[in-house]
């Protein structure tokens, strides 16, 4: 069933404020994927925060426009679906460990900000770690110095005491 052009201009408005929020958007073919597993891929994609889509090129093309993502309208061929997230590392993760699962779903380009990434791009950013894991390794880091200088000086202590 088609759009008629109010419903056009819906989708590519809510497109372009998702981009506008964006720090990357991924590409993949989906051709001859099952819906059962393309629900487990939207349910991947919603607890990690990924506006996950299949869209018509055309609309999405105009919600890149003009945007830092715009080299991503020459990628945008065959049926596709968009992974956009405000975290840099999420969308590329959730398509890539769903395509290593998966042989149907070819992951085809991707970008962040004013840079375009090709699969090996997208699969190199998936390896990276997420913003939340990074937070919690500075936390820990954080919580270890002064634990560290605590027991150092505890040791001093205990030194002098037995001296």
């Known amino acids: 069933m088609s759009l008629n052009l109010t419903e056009k201009k819906a989708v590519v408005a809510e497109v372009s404020a998702q981009v506008a929020q964006a720090q990357a958007i991924v590409l993949a073919e989906y051709r001859g994927m099952g819906v059962a597993n393309m629900t487990v891929l939207r349910a991947d994609a919603r ?14 093309r105009r919600a890149v426009e ?10 945008m061929v065959g049926p ?18 769903f395509a290593k699962t998966n042989d149907k779903f ?4 991707g970008a962040v900000p004013n840079q375009l ?8 950013l998936a390896s990276t770690l997420s913003r939340e894991e990074l937070l919690a390794k500075f936390a820990r880091t954080l919580n270890e110095v002064p634990t560290k ?7 001093v202590r205990d030194a002098k005491e037995a001296a």
């Open 80 to 97: 596709l679906v968009f992974g956009i997230s405000a975290d840099p590392v999420a969308a590329a993760k959730v398509l890539n460990n």
């Open 47 to 60: 607890k990690s925060g990924v506006y996950l889509r299949v869209l018509k090129n055309t609309l999405v």
């Open 117 to 124: 990434m090709d699969v090996a791009g997208v699969q190199a």
């Open 66 to 75: 003009g945007t830092p993502f715009a080299a991503l309208a020459d990628q």
């Open 106 to 109: 070819v992951i085809k380009a």
């Open 149 to 155: 200088f605590a027991r150092a000086i505890a040791a």
